[in-house]
């Protein structure tokens, strides 16, 4: 079997598509002015900005005025909670999120807990699913946000927006709804007007956009307060002079992902369903993702009894396979993820977990050189661990 490169961490990162990279090296070399500045430099930094705000605007179909540029996922989350807790507290102190949320949403939703706000973290089934009577038993007249992701990072598990928007708004209309939908956008068509989101949170380099850099929708009558002080910037509501070259490349990778959305997408279904089917005819293998249109079409977790997750993640790199053990982010601070032991993977299963993830550039022979590493990988460790 000759050597291939293959890279099935897409979830974790993207490589950034060549016409990005081309602009964001244009605006940093020649376009380089501050958005801020008066003269004819900085003015055209600015239409950069407006330009990806416009373009990321149409997408969602929502105002221009509703996106606000951020660092990145992590910030968009954090501003999105924190901002909107301390701008509505007068009218409650109640929050309520689910048990398998990034750890940039229950983080801050931690921080909150120790500023006297509290949190009702609500279940999930065997799938990663909410239970909607759940939901509406747990929103009080209080409750003044609910935080819910759209797709899990680490099983792919996709929850009802809508609906959950719906039964938010049928209960409790003052109560803001913050969807985390950074594995989502660039895989759903998300229409926050018509599923009920005030807050969505969105990260450039999961769309071959640039690390670095993302944004959050802010819906225009939701208050959220800014956790940015300084200069005013967009509106007063992230200070800090923008990252125009982040700032148009994400504007340019949203423009393009969403062009041949339905292509890309069943691309990667097809490739997910495919790989499936293979991996589970392997001995001692459970799949926790969900095929066809129940699970998201990039995602795919599967436990391998008897090996370490870390011990076959560098096997399989040494192969030229890249996958990671659950999420990316949390890889600095390896503890058993709470997604998988809220979804009920076997305790004996929780440390042999990978995430193989797809992107738009994989294809069906990658997978193929992928099965046959697993085959002849997963004796050999077996045997190895026992010993």
Do not use: W
């Not at 501050?34 to 373009?55: D, F, L, T, V």
């Not at 949320?101 to 009702?120: D, I, K, N, R």
């Not at 989101?197 to 999961?206: R, T």
Request: net charge neutral; hydrophobic share 35%; aromatic share 6%.
């Amino acid at each position: 079997m000759d050597k291939m490169e293959v890279y099935l961490d897409n979830s974790a990162t993207t490589r950034v598509m060549d016409s990005v990279a081309e602009l964001m090296v244009k605006v940093m070399r020649e376009d380089y002015g501050n958005p801020s500045s008066k003269h004819r430099m900085g003015m055209k930094a600015e239409q950069y900005i407006k330009e990806a705000r416009a373009a990321i605007a149409k997408t969602l179909k929502v105002q221009d005025k509703e996106i606000i540029f951020t660092s990145g996922g992590t910030e968009s989350n954090n501003m999105a909670l924190i901002g909107a807790a301390m701008a509505n507290q007068r009218a409650g102190r109640h929050i309520i999120t689910t048990r398998i949320e990034h750890a940039s949403v229950y983080q801050p939703l931690a921080f909150l807990e120790s500023q006297g706000f509290s949190v009702t973290y609500l279940g999930v089934d065997q799938d990663g699913h909410i239970s909607l009577k759940e939901l509406e038993e747990s929103l009080r007249p209080d409750t003044i946000l609910v935080s819910i992701m759209y797709v899990n990072n680490e099983i792919g598990a996709v929850e009802p927006v809508e609906e959950i928007g719906r039964i938010i708004k049928e209960k409790n209309p003052g109560t803001l709804f913050h969807v985390d939908g950074i594995q989502a956008y660039g895989k759903y068509e998300i229409r926050p007007k018509r599923q009920h989101i005030d807050l969505l949170s969105v990260s450039g380099h999961k769309i071959h956009g640039p690390k670095g850099v993302g944004f959050l929708y802010i819906q225009e009558k939701a208050k959220v307060r800014p956790i940015l002080f300084g200069g005013g910037q967009q509106r007063d509501m992230r200070s800090g002079t923008e990252n125009v070259p982040g700032a148009a490349g994400l504007g340019l990778a949203a423009k393009e992902i969403y062009q041949n959305l339905g292509e890309r997408i069943s691309h990667m279904r097809e490739l997910k369903d495919y790989f499936i089917d293979q991996v589970e005819k392997l001995p001692g293998v459970v799949v926790n993702s969900r095929k066809g249109e129940e699970g998201a079409p990039q995602i795919i977790s599967v436990s391998f009894q008897g090996v370490r997750s870390e011990v076959l993640l560098h096997a399989l790199e040494d192969k030229g396979i890249y996958v990671s053990s659950g999420s990316a982010c949390s890889s600095n601070h390896p503890a058993i993820s709470g997604t998988l032991k809220a979804v009920g993977v076997k305790k004996e299963l929780l440390d042999s977990t990978l995430r193989f993830s797809l992107g738009m550039e994989n294809t069906r022979e990658e997978l193929d050189y992928t099965v046959e590493a697993l085959k002849e990988l997963l004796p050999v460790l077996r045997r190895y661990q026992r010993g």
